[in-house]
């Protein structure tokens, strides 16, 4: 199950996800970004600092927003990630097509650049 | 059938036991007259009359007291019949002997007596017929202590037989106290009238003619007989007095008493019969609430019946059912109103801020109805309303309408409340039922889903003579597809894929089919690896859904350049044996899966690899399923593990590889239901290859 927090800092929305993703939580994880993109954020970063585990089917809901962020001009960094979510992040070579920081001050350096 | 020979035989011997009684009570009453002696002691016409009486009772009991099927009314009418019967034949024996006159023969006291023991014995014939069926009546709600006493009854009176079967002198107190032992017993019994409740109106005036008419003719037979045994008293001869039968006069007085009562207690019940009969149309209709369910398609026939069975209940002048739905508006039902008019009510006691509609309490109710009086044009005078729950929570409202002031009771609240709840718990177990469809429906699915996955493996593997080549996969309920197969190109050519496809049950066995599909037609022809991943993906963009992808491996193995080129997208590294240098290793390269980049820009994310491959060296393909499987530590198997197990048995043959690994799997997990789908496929090359140029 996901638990998800937000909040905002220097206008820029930060979703937190506690918990672990999978099929049936990914949906929760779609209604946080699309409430956030409806809200009028352009600058979006996820917290993954207490994310445990992510399924194929929350990837997938990364994944979605890819192709909407880059038509409504709206920038995502995800940071925080363990190692273990980071490996699968990598294997799939989502790093090359996500934004991905270490951390929090990196992860907003990032969102700042187009 | 057995039983029928019986009631016959039992007839034959009542009719032979009257005939054989009235030969003897006739000799009797001959000689007595003619003062002569007789040989015969005084004890065998009252035996043979026991006899006869014997053969009645049990020829009545064997004939009705089973019959199952007999209901009241028919049980009246039956002894109805017997009485007309038996008081036709009296009556027309008594046309004769008028018409007759009164010559010496109908003064002569043997056809005197005869006369009187053919009434007797429609008179006994009458009675034993009335006993049976009352004991039917009596007995029909049986308790232990009126089955008791009952019983106590039948057989003290058949024991009374006895006392005048023997030449017992007679014993004035012990007659009367016997006698009155019986009456009152008789009494106590004809208090069970329950069955009356049962009858309906129409029933209940027939039956009131058939009991009059019964009593009439036990009356007539009684003095009918009686002046008979008078007459003959006076002739003073022998003859077998029946008053001296205490189990005849017993026998009357309760068949009498019990007509009489049942009489007066119908009598006096015909005007609440209406009663009776509403309560039991009222637990007709509860059941047709409780039953709506399996019978009805759906919810709204649920709410019709519950407005059919309330207003009928309650005489209701209209009504009307509100149901709230996802619309704003909620849907209404009404019975004799029009919405309109519905809509004016709810909206009148809503603008009086009348609280509590939706309470079941009496007092509420009489708010209800003196806000309803203020609303002009409106035709009723009293409203009860009753809220309809499911699963707690409030999904309409039951409203009855009546152009009576006070025109609703408690009764009728309390049996509507009934209704209601009733209703509610119909719907509520219709929403679990069709929420059980549904997970039928898609526990179906993933059969049929499951099924087609395991289609699309190759159930024989190909191999060549460098290598060969073990495959396992197991695939968990809900999830996706793993998929892998081996094609061989040419002669010294072989093309291998794993993949594993995102998504659950049918979906994804569809995206299976599609890449075998795929690599079945790229694979034909010697396609360069990332040539195959740019050509697969542009293939799947138009085919999966947004968020689906595939994470796959392609390779071509050479066994004449002894080279393996292959293409990463998105899958888990290869574990590469290598015998050489006694190394296990994972293979990390560039690539995404498959279907995340929807253009022809993929190209940027995707490259080929080659290597050389020597004997001993094994390569395992796998996917995250066997990584990715949890002890009950909730530890992962991980990627260290893969590699120590692989190393473990790096001698040993594919199948063996696979079984080892297998094994450590499920030792590691702890069982062997893996809630993920995992995929092996083992490519075990030649300790020594074969002659170069072959194979």
């Known amino acids: ?114 | 059938m057995r039983t029928k020979a019986i009631i016959r035989l039992l007839f034959t011997v009542g009719v032979i036991t009257w005939l054989a009684l009235v030969i003897t009570d006739i000799y009797v009453v001959f000689t007595s007259s003619n003062r002569i002696s007789t040989g015969m002691p005084g004890w065998v016409p009252n035996v043979i009359l026991d006899l006869f009486i014997l053969a009645l009772y049990y020829y009545y009991k064997l004939r009705y007291d089973r019959d199952d099927v007999l209901n009241f009314l028919d049980l009246l009418w039956r002894v109805f019949a017997t009485g007309l019967v038996a008081t036709v034949v009296s009556l027309s024996i008594k046309l004769v002997e008028y018409l007759l006159g009164s010559t010496r023969l109908t003064n002569d006291v043997v056809f005197v007596d005869l006369v009187y023991l053919i009434n007797l014995g429609l008179m006994i014939g009458f009675l034993t017929m009335a006993f049976t069926a009352w004991k039917r009546l009596i007995l029909y709600q049986k308790s232990k202590w009126l089955m008791r006493l009952w019983n106590l009854f039948e057989w003290t009176l058949l024991f009374s037989l006895l006392y005048n079967a023997f030449d017992f002198p007679f014993i004035e107190s012990l007659y009367w106290g016997m006698l009155t032992f019986f009456v009152v017993i008789g009494l106590v019994l004809s208090a069970n009238m329950k069955w009356v409740a049962y009858l309906n109106f129409r029933q209940k005036w027939t039956s009131l003619l058939l009991l009059l008419l019964t009593v009439f003719y036990l009356l007539y037979i009684f003095l009918n007989t009686s002046s008979l045994v008078e007459w003959l008293s006076e002739k003073n001869v022998d003859f077998t007095n029946y008053r001296l039968h205490v189990f005849i006069l017993s026998l009357m007085t309760f068949v009498m008493v019990y007509s009489i009562f049942s009489f007066l207690v119908i009598l006096f019940n015909l005007p609440t019969t209406s009663v009776f009969e509403q309560k039991l149309e009222e637990v007709v209709n509860f059941q047709r609430i409780s039953q709506s369910i399996q019978t009805e398609q759906n919810e709204d026939s649920v709410y019709n019946i519950l407005l059919e069975t309330s207003v009928s209940s309650v005489f209701a002048d209209a009504a009307w059912l509100e149901v709230k739905t996802h619309n704003p508006r909620p849907r209404i039902f009404t019975y004799k109103i029009t919405e309109k008019e519905s809509q004016d009510i709810i909206n009148h006691l809503r603008m009086n801020n009348v609280k509590g509609v939706l309470d079941q309490g009496s007092d509420k109710t009489k708010n209800l109805s003196k806000h309803l009086s203020t609303l002009k044009g409106s035709r009723f005078r009293s409203i009860l309303a009753f809220p309809i729950h499911v699963k707690g929570e409030n999904i309409g409202t039951l409203a009855l309408l009546k152009e009576l002031p006070e025109g609703f009771n408690r009764e009728m609240t309390k049996i509507v409340a009934t209704f209601a709840n009733q209703a509610g718990i119909s719907i509520e177990n219709f929403r679990l039922m069709e929420e059980a469809l549904q997970n039928e429906r898609y526990k179906e699915e993933l059969k049929i889903a499951k099924m087609v996955q395991k289609s699309l493996l190759p159930a024989i593997l190909e191999s060549g003579p460098d290598f060969e080549i073990s495959a396992f996969s197991e695939s968990a309920d809900e999830v996706g597809g793993d998929y892998y197969d081996a094609l061989r190109i040419n002669d010294h050519q072989i093309a291998l894929i794993i993949a594993d496809v995102s998504g659950k049950g049918t979906t994804a066995a569809f995206h299976m089919s599609q890449m075998k599909g795929i690599f079945h037609s790229l694979a034909q022809d010697c396609i360069q690896p990332d040539e195959f991943m740019i050509k697969a993906n542009q293939a799947l963009v138009y085919c999966l859904e947004r968020g689906s992808f595939i994470s796959a491996t392609f390779f071509i193995v050479d066994s004449l350049r002894k080279r393996i080129r292959y293409a990463r997208a998105g899958h888990c590294p290869l574990l590469y044996y290598n015998a050489p240098k006694n190394k296990a290793e994972y293979f990390k390269d560039k690539g995404i899966a498959l279907g995340m980049v929807k253009n022809r820009s993929y190209s940027n994310y995707i490259e080929a690899n080659e290597f050389e491959y020597s004997p001993g060296d094994i390569m395992l393909l796998y996917t995250d399923g066997i990584t990715e499987a949890k002890n009950s530590k909730g530890e992962e198997f991980g990627y260290e593990r893969l590699a120590e197990v692989l190393l473990e048995v790096r001698e040993a043959s594919s199948k063996e590889i696979q079984d080892h690994l297998i094994k450590r799997l499920y030792e590691f997990s702890g069982t062997s239901n893996i809630n993920d789908d995992y995929t092996t496929m083992i490519v075990k090359f030649a300790e020594k290859f074969p002659e170069a140029g072959k194979g």
């Open chain 1, 1 to 114: 199950m996901i638990h998800i927090k937000r909040l905002q800092e220097d206008g820029v929305d930060i979703i937190a996800l506690i918990g672990e993703i999978d099929a049936s939580s990914s949906i929760e994880l779609d209604l946080a970004i699309a409430k956030s993109v409806g809200e009028g954020f352009r600058k979006i970063l996820v917290d993954c600092h207490s994310l445990e585990y992510i399924s194929s089917a929350g990837l997938g809901v990364f994944l979605s927003y890819i192709e909407e962020f880059k038509d409504q001009n709206v920038s995502m960094v995800l940071f925080g990630m363990n190692d273990k979510v980071a490996n699968t992040f990598e294997i799939l070579g989502l790093n090359n097509l996500l934004k991905i920081a270490k951390d929090k001050a990196q992860a907003k350096r990032m969102v700042n650049e187009l």
